[in-house]
């Protein structure tokens, strides 16, 4: 079935970038509603930004004007680009589709984000 890597995670200092990857292998091909989740640490999972595939995205509104969501879908793949961080935004990022079923989830890839 589909396997989701993230990748692209690190320690960064307030007010810096970062650029997060989810590359989608295996299961029969086809476009999907993606999105981009994060936990942050005794806190459950949020839903952050998504984009369907017409390429309409939608912004949870603690990211809005600071993150953006991409993909490319013949790479399957599946962009963060995340500015202007703040320690609020520290937390394990996940991608997934929105639209259940659920791919099964992957181990994610963690965001540091120091003052």
């Known amino acids: 079935q589909v396997h989701l890597v993230e990748s692209g995670g690190g320690l960064v200092q307030a007010g810096g970038s970062l650029r997060l990857s989810c590359a989608a292998s295996g299961g029969i091909f086809a476009i999907n509603v993606m999105a981009w989740y994060r936990q942050a640490p005794g806190k459950q999972r949020e839903l952050v930004a998504a984009i369907n595939s017409g390429g309409t995205t939608h912004y949870a509104d603690s990211v809005k004007g600071r993150f953006t969501i991409s993909r490319d879908v013949g790479k399957r793949t599946v962009y963060l680009e995340m500015e202007t961080l703040s320690p609020d935004d520290t937390g394990v990022y996940y991608c997934?589709?929105?639209?259940?079923?659920?791919?099964?989830w992957g181990q994610g890839t963690e965001v540091t984000v120091s003052s």
């Open positions: 997934n589709t929105p639209r259940p079923p659920l791919y099964a």
